[in-house]
């Protein structure tokens, strides 16, 4: 089944992130960015709605959006009910690339997961990290 990313944000974060995407895995396809606010006259209501209408009911979608309960995460909110639909919160580099590298698992709910703690353990505070490593291998 074929499965598409949806990355969408306040501004041009979603861009960005593809545009990151990218210049690591090469040209993306199947992946579609919203960038909110950008332009004063689209109505974000209905820039969500057309993207959804391109992409079939009997196809898979994963919405990647920046900050959870925030307006662009909460106009995707009511496709919760489409069949194949997912919806996580969080946008991050990490993230896309690790759902990306591992697109040949076909349970996407179990994809997601996995993808979640994956980028959870990227997010470090280094000055911590790397002293408590120094300091371990001090031990040693």
């Given at each position: 089944?074929?499965?598409?990313?949806?990355?969408?944000?306040?501004?041009?974060?979603?861009?960005?992130?593809?545009d990151s995407v990218?210049?690591?895995?090469?040209?993306?396809?199947?992946?579609?960015?919203?960038?909110?606010?950008?332009?004063?006259?689209?109505?974000?209501?209905?820039?969500?709605?057309?993207?959804?209408?391109?992409?079939?009911?009997?196809?898979?979608?994963?919405?990647?959006?920046?900050?959870?309960?925030?307006?662009?995460?909460?106009?995707?909110?009511?496709?919760?009910?489409?069949?194949?639909?997912?919806?996580?919160?969080?946008?991050?580099?990490?993230?896309?690339?690790?759902?990306?590298?591992?697109?040949?698992?076909?349970?996407?709910?179990?994809?997601?997961?996995?993808?979640?703690?994956?980028?959870?353990?990227?997010?470090?505070?280094?000055?911590?990290?790397?002293?408590?490593?120094?300091?371990?291998?001090?031990?040693?």
């Amino acid at each position: 089944m074929k499965r598409h990313y949806i990355f969408a944000s306040h501004g041009t974060l979603a861009r960005g992130v593809l545009d990151s995407v990218e210049l690591i895995l090469g040209k993306q396809a199947d992946i579609s960015t919203l960038c909110a606010y950008v332009e004063e006259q689209r109505d974000l209501t209905e820039q969500v709605s057309e993207l959804m209408q391109r992409i079939p009911d009997e196809e898979e979608v994963v919405v990647i959006t920046d900050i959870f309960a925030g307006s662009v995460n909460n106009e995707f909110v009511r496709f919760l009910q489409r069949p194949r639909f997912h919806l996580v919160a969080g946008l991050n580099l990490p993230l896309v690339i690790d759902l990306l590298i591992s697109s040949d698992e076909p349970d996407t709910g179990k994809l997601i997961e996995e993808a979640l703690i994956s980028s959870r353990e990227s997010i470090q505070y280094c000055n911590y990290t790397i002293s408590s490593a120094m300091q371990a291998d001090k031990d040693f």
